[in-house]
Nanobody, 127 residues
Framework: QVQLVESGGGLVQAGGSLRLSCAASGRTFSTAPMGWFRQAPGLGREFVAA????????VYADSVKGRFTIHRDNAKNTVYLQMNSLTPEDTAVYYCATRTPPYLGYDGTKQGNYNYWGQGTQVTVSS
């Protein structure tokens, strides 16, 4: 059974930074595709960032490009989302997700392509 646990959310002022963590258990995630998505109040879940499989290429939504960075620490089986220059529009519940087993050619920006999800962590950015 795969389990993903997010942490690191909280309240931050606009312009500030947060680092979200997603700890994975149940299997080795050194090469697994990983994604971060978010859902703001009243809106659907949207793609934020991903590490694709098999080459580990990082992909970002246009709205966070240049401000957010996704990276993994294989020794800790953890994926991080470093978020800088936060704005109130970044306020949302953030979810990490993975696909196992992965398949060649999948689209890491589509939430339907992930089959395991964490419980989410709230990020609130005040103006």
């Amino acid at each position: 059974q795969v389990q993903l646990v997010e942490s690191g959310g909280g309240l931050v002022q606009a312009g500030g930074s947060l680092r979200l963590s997603c700890a994975a258990s149940g299997r080795t995630f050194s090469t697994a595709p990983m994604g971060w998505f978010r859902q703001a109040p009243g809106l659907g879940r949207e793609f934020v960032a991903a590490i694709t499989w098999p080459r580990g290429v990082t992909v970002y939504a246009d709205s966070v490009k240049g401000r957010f960075t996704i990276h993994r620490d294989n020794a800790k089986n953890t994926v991080y989302l470093q978020m800088n220059s936060l704005t109130p529009e970044d306020t949302a519940v953030y979810y990490c997700a993975t696909r196992t087993p992965p398949y060649l050619g999948y689209d890491g920006t589509k939430q339907g392509n992930y089959n395991y999800w964490g419980q989410g962590t709230q990020v609130t950015v005040s103006s």
